[in-house]
């Protein structure tokens, strides 16, 4: 369970009856359609000429907390059922673990009972519920003028300098099937992951996400900071290995003068001239677009022989190459960032909330 | 307040009567002594020539839960003394915040409330309260074979390439005021740190933590991940913007088959022959060394003019230069990235612990 | 969500598609059978000639966290589906509320986005999701040797003085349509309920539970002591209007030289001679049985004609009689109340579990 | 700690060197004075005839989080210092510990660690930060128009049948040195306990405690019912032994017809003509007032030889007659409760108003 009062958990394993998700704490009043949800989750599904073969059709159920067509402020559970699928050899990986899968520490953690099959809870398909539950989170948002948006900035070598806007994203979807707001970056990252996917071998990425519309003093020092907080629920995505805001580990060479954002009003609005801090300052929102970066591993399944350990022989041995695949898992990620996202603000926008009328009984 | 079963609180202001750390959930048993925590302490503090001129003596008090010299079970607080400190000119950064510092959003998300001097709650003083709650973490994780080190990788330009090991970070320990494992790069980055000093300007830097010892399975899947929970923690530190495990932000260029970890055994235990993961994988501990890196921006204090807002009467204006400061904050940090390290893998060995004897009651 | 570590959701509606529990941290290695959820759902079922002519069949899925019949240690989703039933005259109660439901607090909080329909998430019937959850519970708590039982002590005037042990209540158990472990005082609450159901009215009743085999120290002050954990639990359960532990209300008129409960030694372990502390001292479970007592008040909905009002009109108005009811909610409640109980218990005896090994530790 | 957004930690032990309070989530804004703490304080000592010989000074300081007399946002430390105070007979309870103290269960779960001197953290003394938290509390609460009150209702066999309301409560404030708000019951009371403490006995009570002008919505079904919160709360309070609103377990020989608390307009407003829900129903306030009662043990300690266990040697033994003591814990506590009742609706207050604007949204 993530969240204090927008409270969000994910349930369900690759190859069982179904993943999900249950919210508890979103407030009454939310509109929730299928169809957002729908869109939502099918943005996660990869896209020709990228991807797997695998194509879920992602079947999904709202089975409680909404009711004619609204949230109720009840527990929500939306639950998106599995289809038939071939165990195929998981078997094997349960015995001889994949080289940077959670095969291994599963095992060893939850002492063989974990359902192995498909990677069990550590699968990629358990971001679909991430999605479902980013759908809700970021209708709740909206109340409050919060946007999200998050596209693909590099794969391998191919990174975009340029600092994209909101609405440069959002005006740029759809028009590739890989989500980078730049459509000649985009056509460069689908050849590099084309020719990676040729060898057999895959690459990783970095994903970009900006929120915009967020009022000052969301984040909640000392320890609940929001870019703590988000950073802690990004980490939740399968692959990630990396998250920084603003200029980021560019900072480690930046001047103080160079790095410090300097404040000027705009239409009597104070406002940051640079924004290298992602519109988070001593953990809390600034006002200035929360920018952040996040980096994802190569898809660890690749058709190489790789080295591993039978773990019932405690030997070492071989696995051959593993069969079809994701080349680069970033690609499908920039729906699952954007609703970890939202999640984490959701929460924050609500405990900030809190606060708020509290101002006005001053006078009592 | 962080953490499920080992919780860390921190409070203070930085010029008011103290700052302190309350730890909830701590086991009895743990031996606890002044001099470890003064020791932690004096490392946090700056050396000659680094750091500012204020030299805080840290005086502190265990108020509560240890006794004869042990942990009992019982809330530890531990308090640091504030000496009394001039509060300069703190009143005109409540008015004209500064660039890149928490003046702002403190003065809106407080409504005007907030102690704003020397940052209040936002100073980097408070982390010496981490320290100390970190002494007591890292003593708890001793019982568990757990032992940790961080230490500086860079500093503007210059940075160590090669990783050193846990060891090597300890045998370097004490031989420069500055804390990197490598002696030529210390002494490259004292340069660099001098010369962005005599500017009067800042400079930002990377600290490298190691974790040695730890069991496979801490961590708990879907949202409470090692990596997210001890990122999360990471970034209540003043000035942190990114965090990375492994390889990182690399793995954005690397391919599936130099990034994945193949296993191999090692004296019968299974071990990785490459340590991209950095001692995580799907969020859980794989036995190897946890590997991180956060980056710390330049200290937002510079003896620049710079451009702010006068917020009571909503005008634009200029801050002069600020006086004493430390040119590069990185570079007191490795032991609080230390203390909050063991924080967060204290919290998670009692999480572990909590599913450990469950095996051997298998049989009834 | 309730627990800290053994972590109880419920989600679902009285007359929605279904209601569900969703369980976080449960340890791997659990055997679960469908059986053992069936029997204990058969339990809360009215029995003739008691009870709701609503029978429901209580189909159940477990959805997830569950493989090959043990746990995994992933989260365990269980579904209990609605069937089709007729709204009824719920329009009504969501204008005109019943006296003592939830209908008007459920308007005004969710500021008539409820699903008001059979009392939406305030019905009963969200129980039996709390009894899938306990009989998981109930599990874990055997592996550490530790039992549960609850039955009525009272209903009405009837009441039982004499304290039973959990042999005996487990011994009387399914001797009659009524969980009271006194044959005599069974057909006399029958009696009662018969005579208050013929005259459209309804009874209170009081339901006592016993857990054995706990070890000394469960429960963790200041805050989250046992018998203050295991009371909010029970507050959960609809109807509970007061928890009593050992001699309880009682223990206002008692002398401490009657109250105190001495030690003596049994079979070389500590016992105390009497147990008006119901088995937990200072918050803290001290080995003796866990005794406590839960008051149920009569189910709101009897054959009367009732002042209300008709919150769209803001007028007062009269409700007529309802329709068929449970003449008294308590004789349901037993395998709640153990479920409940069962919850939390599982919950501190991880947390107890978690400082458990670190005194082997202690040579290190 | 308790509480979700208003969250409560308390530390210390009663012959250490001080005990206190943590306060995290409290809003800023709130006027806090050092006389209103000393007041409430003050309220918590024994009052001649009645109570132990041993006074303490409560001499306090609040050590962060209060700038300029109002809560800045940030943790809020208030610490009490305790007086240095002779051992006694401790080392002996140690050994053999007293009946119905928590001696032996914290000497088992802390495994002899614990500061067992004048019984630790499990000290009444303790209740001193609870009270001191409580000011604030009740503080914020006053911004919401919410008031609280307790008085003793029971001690032995007087008792007050009456109910009285918040205004007559706190109008006998002061009249007698026991805060029961009937005179003549008052007198009645202190003979009780004089004829107690003549034979070196002690004795139980009951307290009630009435919080008004709530609005109709705290509370969060499922599991953080407010009922339920309240409870556990009040189980931090040693010596509670059960709790109960509104009618409580009277409630198991009412009938519906008359339990049920039928609506009536009351000056517009929706109002109960009776209050035997004790203003929470379903878990959630409905705008009346809450009422609440708790049962106090009698003191543990008496002037009695008793039995017990000489835990170093597994013996049996007696202990002797112990010294001074208080013959009625219960005549202490009414501040003690509206303390714990004012932490918990201080918590739950805040998370009604996390909800609250977004109805002013909806049009958006």
Redesign the interface.
């Known amino acids: 369970?993530?969240g204090?009062?927008f409270?969000?958990?994910?349930?369900?394993?690759s190859h069982?009856?179904?993943?999900?998700t249950?919210i508890?704490?979103c407030?009454?009043?939310i509109k929730v359609s299928e169809e957002d949800i729908a869109k939502e989750l099918s943005r996660r599904r990869p896209k020709p000429p990228l991807g797997t073969s695998r194509v879920e059709p992602d079947k999904f159920?709202i089975?409680?907390?909404v009711?004619n067509g609204?949230?109720?402020?009840?527990?929500?559970?939306i639950?998106i059922w599995n289809k038939d699928i071939d165990p195929g050899d998981y078997e094997l990986f349960k015995r001889v673990?994949r080289?940077?899968?959670?095969d291994?520490?599963?095992r060893?953690?939850?002492?063989g009972?974990?359902?192995y099959r498909g990677g069990?809870?550590?699968s990629g398909r358990?971001t679909a519920a991430y999605v479902a539950a980013g759908v809700i989170a970021k209708k709740l948002l909206?109340?409050?003028?919060v946007k999200i948006a998050a596209h693909i900035v590099?794969?391998?070598?191919v990174?975009l300098e340029k600092e994209l806007s909101y609405n440069e994203i959002m005006e740029s979807r759809g028009s590739s099937p890989i989500e980078c707001g730049d459509g000649v970056k985009a056509k460069d990252m689908i050849k590099v992951i084309d020719s990676?996917k040729k060898k057999g071998?895959?690459?990783?990425?970095?994903v970009e996400a900006i929120a915009i519309g967020l009022p000052?003093?969301l984040g909640?020092?000392?320890?609940d900071?929001l870019?703590?907080?988000i950073?802690?629920?990004?980490?939740?995505i399968?692959g990630?290995?990396?998250?920084?805001?603003?200029?980021?580990?560019k900072?480690?060479?930046?001047?103080?003068?160079e790095?410090?954002?300097?404040?000027?009003?705009q239409d009597?609005k104070?406002v940051?001239?640079t924004n290298?801090?992602?519109g988070i300052?001593?953990?809390?929102?600034?006002g200035m677009p929360i920018k952040l970066r996040v980096?994802?591993?190569?898809?660890?399944?690749?058709a190489?022989r790789?080295?591993?350990?039978d773990?019932d022989k405690?030997?070492?041995t071989y696995l051959e190459a593993v069969g079809r695949f994701d080349p680069c898992i970033?690609t499908r990620t920039p729906p699952i960032v954007e609703a970890v996202l939202g999640i984490v603000l959701a929460d924050h926008i609500?405990?900030w909330?809190?606060?708020?009328?509290?101002?006005s009984?001053?006078g009592?």
Chains 1, 2, 3, 4 share one sequence.
């Open positions: 369970m993530i204090k009062l409270c969000v958990s994910v349930y369900g394993e069982g009856k179904c993943i999900g249950l508890e704490g407030p009454p009043g159920e089975l409680s907390g009711f609204y949230t109720t402020g009840a527990p929500i559970n639950v673990p080289p940077s899968h959670a291994y520490v599963a060893v953690k939850y002492r009972y974990n359902d069990g809870i550590f358990l909206e109340r409050f003028g590099q794969i391998g070598d990174y990676v071998d895959s690459i990783g990425g970095v000052v003093g909640e020092p000392i320890f900071r870019d703590g907080e950073a802690k629920a990004l980490f939740a399968p990630v290995k990396g998250v920084e805001f603003g200029a980021g580990f900072l480690a060479c930046m001047w103080g003068s790095a410090n954002d300097q404040y000027t009003l009597g104070v940051t001239i290298n801090s992602g300052v001593g953990g809390i929102s600034n980096v994802f591993k190569p898809t660890p399944s690749i190489y790789q080295k591993s350990i773990l405690m030997e070492e970033a609500l405990r909330n809190a606060w708020r009328e509290l101002e009984l001053e009592k």
